[in-house]
């Protein structure tokens, strides 16, 4: 039983320890309401970040982030061999392009679940045509776009309800306090048991 309770102490602080090491997560959300119509939008919020717990205060920040895509925008990315070639070195929240920018007002992941994300972005072609949109967790997912010539636009603004899912990949860990607790609790068993065995006798 001691042999049991040092692999679970063990299996504890390997669970801890593996904070440290950069990760790539993929995350998705679905179940929006349509601000518009108020019927469910079964659009989809997909995203990956890689990044690393340096500090190893259990969150991944942004300035801990080595890879960052949301809804197809890449915002923060490992520069190439030849970044002065690259159409947007280093993702469009770290370089400025000509017709494309990102903004990143919060990314925080917490390595026991909860991300929280605020972020847009915006950008124009060479000739009239315009877009752009916002990620809030928690609040709401949104594009916008338009035709400065033919003065024509269009939006669309999906809204988190109680029913919005989240999901992610690699899976959460339990708080570092709730793994101990594991092999403490089969300590208290052990002595129960032996607790037991000295009634019977």
């Known amino acids: 039983m001691y042999k049991k309770l040092l692999c679970a102490a063990l299996w504890a602080a390997a669970t801890v320890c593996a904070h440290a090491a950069e990760t790539t997560w ?3 959300y679905q179940g929006f309401v349509d601000a518009e119509t108020g019927t469910t939008d079964y659009y989809q919020l997909r995203g990956i970040f890689t990044g690393e717990d340096l500090n190893a205060d259990g969150f991944i ?3 801990e982030l080595t890879y960052f895509e949301a809804n197809g925008y890449v915002f923060i990315e490992p520069l190439g061999p030849t970044p002065w070639m690259d159409q ?10 000509s017709y494309l920018g990102c903004d990143i007002d919060n990314f925080s ?5 909860k991300l929280d994300i ?3 972005h915006y950008g124009h072609d060479e000739a009239y045509m315009y877009w752009g949109g916002s990620i809030i967790t928690g609040s709401h997912i949104e594009t916008h ?5 033919q003065e024509t636009s269009w939006s669309h603004r999906g809204n988190w309800t109680d029913q919005t899912t989240f999901t992610i990949s690699p899976a959460p860990v339990p708080e570092p306090s709730t793994v101990l607790l594991l092999p403490a609790g089969l300590a208290v068993l052990v002595a129960a048991r032996r607790r037991q065995k ?3 006798a």
Do not use: E, Q
């Not at 947007?88 to 392009?97: F, L, Q, Y």
């Not at 776009?145 to 010539?149: A, D, L, V």
């Open 26 to 28: 993929n995350f998705s």
């Open 61 to 63: 920040r942004v300035d």
């Open 88 to 97: 947007n070195p280093g993702g469009c929240a770290v370089t400025s392009h």
């Open 109 to 113: 992941y917490n390595l026991t679940g």
């Open 118 to 120: 605020s972020v847009k």
């Open 145 to 149: 776009g338009g035709n400065w010539s």
């Open 198 to 200: 000295k009634i019977a």
